[in-house]
Antibody
Framework: QVTLRESGPALVKPTQTLTLTCTFSGFSLSTSGMCVSWIRQPPGKALEWLALIDWDDEKYYNTSLKTRLTISSGTSKNQVVLTMTNMDPVDTATYYC??????????WGQGTLVTVSS | NFMLTQPHSVSASSGKTVTISCTRSSGSIASNYVHWYQQRPGSAPIIVIY?????PSGVPDRFSGSIDSSSNSASLTISGLKAEDEADYYC??????????FGGGTKLTVL
């Protein structure tokens, strides 16, 4: 059974750096074709793709946010970490991680709401 | 880069059929698979159609997907609408430089 769980701060201040961790089980990110992606959703708005790490450690970023994002495999083999710098109130959103197989996201975490406010 | 455009909202009566479109702005819709996700309020998205027209196990056969190259669009069709189908639906595709592109989402209302 594949599971993913997002963890991180619920509240960050403007200009701070956000660090989110996706802890997963039931699959190996080193399996060919696998990936983990971060996707966010501001309240009442659409899904927005942020970043993706592939099974071969190739990384991809949303071009409009690329300068602020870093995705990496965590210290544990079953974790993926996303950092986003210079947080702003417009970054308030629910942040999801999702498992992808050949770019099909078949398992999602429950999401974690991050509020940016002073 | 390309965009996927969906209607903001659609509605249909219970028991009827509704189709949600997803139009690709550049590049061929047939070049890369299209996937569809359902998101109910307060929940994470779940996949309902993958690789254009395949249904994951557990998704009713009332859900179907298709591709139309002439309009450069993909479609999600839900027949025999039920109240439980009321949700937001997102299409998703990719290309060689951008691994994930989501459509803007469509709110389905079952009357």
């Amino acid at each position: 059974q594949v599971t993913l769980r997002e963890s991180g701060p619920a509240l960050v201040k403007p200009t701070q750096t956000l660090t989110l961790t996706c802890t997963f089980s039931g699959f190996s990110l080193s399996t060919s074709g696998m990936c983990v992606s971060w996707i966010r959703q501001p309240p009442g708005k659409a899904l927005e793709w942020l970043a993706l790490i592939d099974w071969d450690d190739e990384k991809y970023y949303n071009t409009s946010l690329k300068t602020r994002l870093t995705i990496s495999s965590g210290t544990s083999k079953n974790q993926v970490v996303l950092t986003m710098t210079n947080m702003d109130p417009v970054d308030t959103a629910t942040y999801y991680c999702a498992r992808g197989s050949s770019r099909t996201f078949d398992s999602w975490g429950q999401g974690t709401l991050v509020t940016v406010s002073s | 880069n390309f965009m996927l455009t969906q209607p903001h909202s659609v509605s249909a009566s219970s028991g009827k059929t509704v189709t949600i479109s997803c139009t690709r702005s550049s590049g061929s819709i047939a070049s890369n698979y299209v996937h569809w996700y359902q998101q109910r309020p307060g929940s994470a998205p779940i996949i309902v159609i993958y690789v254009d027209n395949q249904r994951p196990s557990g998704v009713p056969d009332r859900f179907s997907g298709s591709i139309d190259s002439s309009s450069n669009s993909a479609s999600l069709t839900i027949s025999g609408l039920k109240a439980e189908d009321e949700a937001d639906y997102y299409c998703q595709s990719y290309d060689s430089t951008t691994p994930v592109v989501f459509g803007g989402g469509t709110k389905l209302t079952v009357l």
